[in-house]
């Protein structure tokens, strides 16, 4: 599943950094907007999906596509439009309706996502319709881009140099923005959660649903939760998986994501010095080290990569981050780091990474229609996550402030993980420059009045912390249904095979467990042959 807010229920190492970033970066709640009426949506509610073959190569023969029209601007129905892409299995048998899934992100692209993990969804065609979609913003949907050299600024940050000169610093930072807006083109200010569950809503009616059945993954949680602030009496069957924040600002996150994939690595660095081929050797403290030193040789001399560009140490922190998210992946990461450390070869560590090096020739449209496959900019995942965080996200800390604590929040990044702490400061560091995010889901959504919605969350979940999950259900009130997986791993659908068969029960037969009920941990470790689908 993707999410790039990555965290770990290990908050007590760090308790006094996180309490440091909230006092640093404000934590005020702005009030909410007074509600509006709305403008007439009519034509958009009008539409009915027209599913046909997918035309992209290499999707599965039953793969349908469609796509629906939503507005740019809902405030602003006539200022233009975008179109969704969408992508479907058939139910099997009679149809009793659809679900949807979101695989999380923010910036993941649904369509080629159910393409290459669907069959692990098959069992919920039993009835029903399986869908996803690209939002706004994303994959073929209008996608956005910081264009060719868009990560100079963010490499900026990851120098300690820059630190020093901090107004050299926000000067990056200010033209990486503005080089993001040339590049997005209209679509990116009109992103971000609250837009895009409204695209979700318009969708609904388009597959010809009173109610929406939904399946979120990590920040597809976040969403979930924002529809169902929206749209309560729309509700029908959520499960959300990995359940993200809603009241934690990005500094909170960051932090807490840091920690939470220092534990990860930790954890993995265990298990490799107890294989001969590790390529840290089989000293646990040594090998703790040569990652620090790794990653900041890399920095300091990145190497050439087959496609032309260079990888940096920066760039290994993200394909660690993707690769410590499941278990089972830990062999494959292993090998990758081998490659690397003794050959020199990137290609491995790379294909864990999300986004990419260069970019494919810039033909993406600008009048909202679908663009081709081939031509989603390779940096859109990083670029779809920085824009849907920074829309959703309403602190803006002043140059004044950022120049003036920029050193001691530095510090408290460092001290969460000397792996991650620097790149997880980038991230959020990125929103100087663009303006400010929507307050409406830390004022809005809570005291949810919907039918209920199953919230999983994992104990050792190194993406989104198990205390999210108690925490947003607490603040959706009570629609929210709690199973507590014992497991590892981010999510739990596709490691537990007891919260697989929890989920699929209620979307399916709306068997809902009780509130607070638990799923023991799957048995077998890394590389084992146990696929967690039940």
Known sequence: MLTLLSARPAVRRCAGASALALALLGSGLPAAAADRPQPDLTRFY????????????????????????????????????LDIALARYRATGTRQGSIVLNFGGPGGAGVPALAAEGRQFMDLTNGYDLVTFDPRGVGRSSPVSCGE??????????????????????????QAAEQCARSSGPVLPHIGTVNVSRDLDVIRQALGDDRLNYLGFSY?????????????????????????????????????????????????????????????????????????????????????????????????????????????LWPSLERALASLLEDGDTRRVLAFSTGGIGLPPDRRRTDGGLVDAADVPVDNLPAALMAVNCADDPDRPTAARLTRDLKTLRAAYDEA??????????????????????????????????????????????????????????????????????????????????????????????????????????????????????
């Open 149 to 174: 050299g868009g990560d100079e600024a963010a490499a900026a940050t990851e120098r300690q140099a820059d630190i020093g000169h901090p107004q050299a610093l926000l000067a990056r930072l200010r």
């Open 417 to 534: 993980s000397p792996v991650f702490g620097r790149y997880r400061l980038t991230q959020l560091l990125m929103c100087y420059g663009r303006p400010r995010g929507t307050d409406f889901i830390r004022d809005r959504v809570k005291d949810v009045r919907s039918a209920k919605m199953l919230l999983v969350g994992t104990r050792g979940d190194p993406a989104t912390p198990y205390r999210w999950t108690v925490e947003t259900a607490r603040r959706l009130g009570p629609s929210a249904v709690v199973l507590d997986n014992k497991g590892d791993g981010h999510t739990g659908y596709s490691s537990s095979s007891c919260v697989h068969r929890k989920i699929d029960d209620f979307l399916l037969y709306g068997s809902l467990p009780a509130n607070g009920s638990s799923c023991p941990a799957d048995t077998g470790g890394p590389g084992s042959d146990s696929d967690g689908t039940g």
């Open 46 to 81: 009008g539409q009915k999906a027209d599913w046909g073959p997918c035309r992209e190569r290499d999707m599965p023969e039953d793969l349908q596509c469609a796509k629906v029209t939503v507005p740019l601007d809902y405030a602003s129905p006539r200022a233009g439009t």
């Open 220 to 328: 597809g949680t976040r969403l979930g939760a924002v529809y169902a602030t929206q749209f309560p009496g729309r509700v029908g069957r959520f499960a959300l998986d990995g359940v993200d924040t809603l009241t934690e600002p990005l500094a909170e996150e960051g932090l807490a994501g840091a920690e939470g994939q220092q534990t990860a690595l930790d954890d993995f660095l265990d298990w490799c010095v107890e294989d001969i081929g590790c390529p840290f050797g089989q000293d646990r403290r040594v090998a703790g080290d040569d990652v620090v030193r790794l990653v900041r040789s890399l920095d300091e001399n990145p190497v050439p990569t087959d496609f032309g560009g260079s990888f940096s140490g920066q760039d290994l922190v993200g394909a660690l981050g993707q690769a410590l998210y499941s278990k089972e």
